[in-house]
């Protein structure tokens, strides 16, 4: 990286211009609805959901692929053809090589450019989406040199996000229309000197996917390409894609661009950041909220997850209350209270079904409320809402799905079920799960014990009645603090399981140390063994090096990865939880958060990813964009700020 001040993060052609590093760093424009634009610097699609337009259904869960790429082909005042794109292929021939005349790249304000140099001539691209239209804005400028002319090559799919396109089934209807086209009457393209073309492009590779143990080959459709002569410096050529009322243009793109920017400064303006890092995460967060016609919701990470109750109740404080976002975190807490059934919250899954099949996100939605009221001060909320929190806590003593219930004996909170994984830790291979947790776990219990104190604080503040939140809370406190220490300061994972206690030392037990109304207060040596054992410059492992099952690469076929996904490998989003804890000791941890800045230019720029490798140097891997990571790291740089 060779800048970064917060507003923009830049490279040069050290790595743009280089394939293996330019296709590493990956950029995400967002459209506020669940769709978005993503890419690399160099070019490169390196995975099968990469393209400028990328269409949310009805929920974000629902994804399709629609406009891949607008390759730019130059031809100079000499005759010479120079071809800008760049695309890997079946063969493992990378061709065209555009990306070797890239001479800069930078994020700005959250938006990317890239700039090519060939000979005198230098030639910019903008891009970005209106916010809260399924539209991108693509603004090609002269900035030296010309004349020259310019051809843009659409290249178009129409396809579910996750799967592939191939020539073996029928094209995409492509339908000529003043100033472009519309593709498979799902989306239309606009722009200068539109000239049909109509042939598949075959065998494109997306290497990310085959490192993924996917099927990484597709086939493209050429539809046409746009025409401009740029005679002078600062001659612009656009084009323009949407996919919602096609009868109904959007403004102009450089109006786009510019409203886009505009728009970005004020977001992190709003979120008051009191540096770099955390403005970087403040813009970082608003890709993750979303607009839906259910009301507002929250994206899990870019670009396969849809919503997902637990992720969104996670970051909701990093996402809403840090951001200046406190009115829609309120419809939001509104509209989820009004899944819950038998005492939970639903789940919604990347299918677009709604299930019920967490023990954990409907507690954590007890504390997203309330810290909503606590950071707010929205008693009305509370008094709105208890009713249903109420109702929450009497399901969960009387028993609700998967063996979710309250034991009678201690008043701690125990779940388990044949073939189910409810706990965050959640990963399955052949249906039978990673890190079997059932009995009672400790970050369970925690917001167990947590959330009851919720309760009775927010009855308090809106002068009704907790229920039996105010009987259920000393019982599960006093049993906590009995049942849980495992020696040294540190917790059980799991106690009362089908094997008995398991003392594994892992990052769960954060948690009992780092919520509002945690049951215990952590011990410094805790926090250092847990400190010197599972941490890295990214975030906590899940397992320990050297523990039985440890697993430091989380990378290979999807068996592999989800072997790996709780056995060792690290979760950015837990960074909160450490930070947290050692706040409660008045102990700042700043330098675990100064050392991963150098991450915001890397494998997802400006943003965080989901997880990394347990082993050192500890890859990026996962969602390259992921909500919790991003929520929890701006979170914690608060706590540990001024």
Not at 1 to 6: A, F, I, L, T, W
Not at 224 to 249: K, Y
Not at 535 to 551: E, I, W
Request: hydrophobic share 40%; aromatic share 8%.
């Amino acid at each position: 990286m060779s800048r970064y001040d917060g507003r923009t993060i830049a490279f040069g052609p050290q790595v743009c211009g280089r394939l293996e590093e330019g296709a590493a760093r990956e950029w995400l424009v967002a459209d506020g609805r669940g769709g978005y634009a993503m890419g690399t610097v160099s070019g490169l699609r390196t995975r099968r959901y990469h393209g400028l337009l990328v269409v949310a259904g009805d929920t974000p869960a629902v994804r399709r692929l629609g406009l891949v790429s607008l390759d730019p082909v130059v031809t100079l005042g000499s005759g010479a053809v120079v071809r800008l794109g760049t695309h890997e292929w079946a063969d493992g021939a990378v061709a065209p090589r555009g990306h070797e005349l890239l001479s800069g790249f930078e994020l700005v304000d959250g938006l990317p450019r890239w700039r090519w140099r060939i000979g005198d001539v230098v030639l910019e691209r903008e891009l970005a989406m209106a916010y809260g239209r399924s539209s991108v804005a693509v603004v090609h400028r002269l900035l030296t040199g010309g004349p020259v002319s310019l051809r843009l090559e659409a290249l178009c799919t129409w396809r579910d996000v996750h799967g592939e396109r191939t020539a073996a089934g029928p094209a995409p209807e492509v339908t000529e229309v003043d100033g472009g086209c519309v593709v498979d009457e799902a989306y239309r393209l606009r722009g200068p000197g539109f000239r049909g073309a109509g042939q598949w492009y075959r065998g494109v590779r997306h290497r990310e996917e085959a490192a993924r143990g996917l099927d990484p080959v597709e086939d493209l459709w050429y539809a046409g390409s746009f025409h401009a002569d740029l005679r002078q410096a600062g001659a612009t050529a656009s084009v323009s894609a949407w996919a919602d009322d096609l009868t109904v243009a959007p403004e102009p793109a450089e109006e786009v661009v510019s409203g886009a920017r505009t728009r970005n400064r004020a977001v992190v303006a709003a979120a008051a950041p009191a540096d770099d890092a955390q403005a970087t995460l403040a813009l970082a967060a608003d890709s993750f909220v979303v607009r839906t016609a259910a009301g507002p919701d929250v994206v899990a990470g870019y670009p396969w997850f849809g919503a997902w109750s637990r992720d969104t109740m996670i970051s909701y404080e990093g996402l809403f209350l840090a951001t200046g976002r406190e009115d829609l975190g309120r419809s939001l807490l509104r509209s989820y209270a009004g899944t819950l059934s038998q005492g939970m919250l639903a789940n919604t899954a990347d299918t677009g079904s709604v299930e019920y099949n967490t023990v954990d996100g409907t507690l954590w939605f007890l504390h997203a409320v309330g810290r909503h009221v606590a950071l707010t001060g929205d008693t009305d909320l509370a008094a709105e809402l208890l009713p249903d929190l109420r109702a929450v806590v009497d399901a969960h003593l009387a028993g609700t799905r998967y063996g979710i219930g309250v034991d009678p004996a201690d008043g701690l909170l125990r779940q388990g079920a044949d073939g189910e994984a409810l706990t965050w830790m959640d990963a399955r291979v052949g249906g039978v799960a990673v890190t079997p947790r059932a009995g009672k776990p400790v970050e369970v219990n925690a917001l167990w014990v947590n959330g009851l104190a919720m309760v009775i604080k927010l009855a308090w503040q809106a002068r009704t009645n907790a229920g039996a939140a105010t009987r259920a809370h000393p019982a599960a406190l006093a049993s906590f603090a009995r049942r849980f220490p495992a020696g040294g300061g540190l917790l059980y994972d799991v106690v009362d399981g089908p094997r008995g206690d398991d003392a594994t030392l892992r990052p769960n037990q954060l948690l009992a140390w780092s919520l509002p109304y945690a049951p215990l207060r952590p011990e410094p040596a805790a926090l250092q063994t847990i400190g010197a054992a599972l941490m890295t410059p990214l975030g906590p492992r899940s397992l320990a090096p050297g523990a039985p099952g440890y697993r430091g690469s989380h990378r290979g076929t999807p068996a592999q990865r989800d072997t790996a996904y709780h056995t060792g490998t690290v979760w950015p989003w837990l960074t909160g939880p450490y930070v947290a804890a050692w706040h409660r000791l008045g102990v700042s941890a700043e330098q675990t958060l100064s050392d991963a800045d150098g991450h915001l230019g890397e494998y997802g720029l400006g943003s965080v990813s989901e997880t990394a490798d347990g082993d050192a140097p500890h890859g990026a891997t996962g969602c390259p964009f992921q909500a919790w990571s991003v929520a929890e790291g701006l979170r914690a740089r608060r706590l540990a700020g001024p």
